[in-house]
T-cell receptor, first 113, second 114 residues
């Protein structure tokens, strides 16, 4: 199973501040995803990223969100101006071209105060 | 709309017994299904998958059954252990749809009674 790490494990921020969540896949992968899980709810798709561009995004992924892979390794999710309702666990997932299975990282808990 | 849902939100099982977790899906375009296990404070962990051209697949202590006629998916865990306590999500993926976003169900909490 591919290894995925995420940093930070917990981020506390004030409403209106920018946050950047990072995902580091240990091996080279082609497909990257961000999901979020509000406490007690199901995991929701945010965005998929392939060939250095967004391939699909959900309604949740509005103009306040952006993703990039700046150095060919880290995969980041940026929230420009956080809102209280952005508080959630954010999971990065990866997938190889040869397989359909997505493997998830341990998540970053974002708390917006 | 299309959705994936679970019949039982909480399941309590005696240690050593078998567990069966059920899931209903409604997107007939889904080609691929996965069961994930999520322990408290952790990310979803892959357990087992099945493609739409199969009706059964077995792993180590786990079996997934797919009934496309009634759009039903189940996860069977044999000889349930305390370490199996977690929330289990079924998830569906329309493989032919492109970039394969995972649609998760609402989850079933499995409690193993020692």
């Amino acid at each position: 199973e591919p290894e995925v790490t995420q940093t930070p494990s917990h981020q506390v921020t004030q409403m209106g501040q920018e946050v950047i969540l990072r995902c580091v896949p240990i091996s080279n992968h082609l497909y990257f995803y961000w999901y979020r899980q509000i406490l007690g709810q199901k995991v929701e798709f945010l965005v998929s990223f392939y060939n250095n561009e967004i391939s699909e995004k959900s309604e949740i992924f509005d103009d306040q969100f952006s993703v990039e892979r700046p150095d060919g390794s880290n995969f980041t999710l940026k929230i420009r101006s956080t809102k209280l309702e952005d508080s959630a666990m954010y999971f990065c997932a990866i997938r190889d071209r040869a397989a359909d299975t997505q493997y998830f990282g341990p998540g970053t808990r974002l708390t917006v105060l | 709309g299309e959705s994936v849902g679970l019949h039982l939100p909480t399941l309590s099982v005696q240690e050593g017994d078998n567990s069966i977790i059920n899931c209903a899906y409604s997107n007939s375009a889904s080609d691929y299904f996965i069961w994930y296990k999520q322990e408290s404070g952790k990310g979803p962990q892959f357990i087992i998958d099945i493609r739409s051209n199969m009706d059964k697949r077995q792993g180590q202590r786990v079996t997934v059954l797919l009934n496309k006629t009634v759009k039903h998916l189940s996860l069977q865990i044999a000889a349930t252990q305390p370490g199996d306590s977690a929330v289990y999500f079924c998830a569906e993926i329309p493989v032919s749809g492109g970039y394969q976003k995972v649609t998760f169900g609402t989850g079933t909490k499995l409690q193993v009674i020692p």
